[in-house]
């Protein structure tokens, strides 16, 4: 994937603008640059965001700059109404050093628990991070979850198959659960007899009589 970006002067309330013009502020940076004020269009980048999001790498041109720069999505902020891309920040590689990215986890298949309706399927996570250098960087994880056939089922963090060259983040929790399967949740039906229902009557007849000797005195 390519990106045009070209720098921006305008900043602070200005920005406002840009984004009347269908224009997203962004800003690039990185080991081996300072931070950049940059603006790309808006429509572009949600086409782009869609396919790449926070774990792909990107070929960036950037105006008045000569090649191309490798960059992943570091961080999106969103309008809290409308959910639109309000700033984007780029984070230009070094291709010689780790870096830290979340990765998304996708399931696939069908669990023979959830098809026999004894089990429910739950996702409690839906990325890992991982650390690695930018060439080995995976794209997704994708969880076959056909073997999934008891209540308690399950694969964990450390079960995935992460790559060569890539690892978890020193800390992280690999025993934890990406996908499991949970028992069933029971509804329940609370049926009112009629013989509850008279003996309610029965105790609000005999309340209405004692607020009665009550008053009398």
Do not use: W
């Amino acid at each position: 994937m390519k990106i045009a970006l070209k720098k921006r002067d305008v900043v602070g309330k200005k920005v406002k603008s840009l984004r009347e013009e269908n224009l997203l502020p962004a800003n690039i940076y990185g080991p081996t640059r300072e931070s950049v004020n940059i603006v790309i269009d808006a429509q572009k980048f949600a086409k782009l965001f869609k396919k790449v999001g926070f774990s792909s790498l990107v070929d960036a041109e950037i105006e008045g700059e000569n090649g191309t720069h490798k960059v992943i999505i570091k961080d999106l902020q969103l309008d809290p109404v409308t959910h639109t891309a309000k700033h984007v920040s780029f984070y230009q590689v070094d291709m010689t050093k780790e870096i830290t990215a979340d990765i998304p986890l996708h399931v696939s298949g069908v669990s023979p628990a959830v098809k026999s309706n004894i089990g429910l399927l739950v996702t409690p996570i839906s990325t890992i991070p991982v650390r690695c250098l930018p060439k080995d960087l995976p794209s997704e994880y994708v969880l076959e979850v056909s073997g999934l056939a008891q209540v308690g089922d399950s694969i964990r963090v450390a079960d995935i198959d992460l790559g060569e060259g890539v690892e978890l983040p020193t800390g992280y929790a690999d025993s934890q659960p990406a996908v499991f399967i949970a028992p069933p949740q029971k509804q329940v039906v609370v049926e009112t007899t009629e013989e509850g229902e008279e003996g309610e009557e029965g105790e609000e007849g005999d309340s209405e009589g004692s607020e009665g000797e009550s008053s009398e005195e």
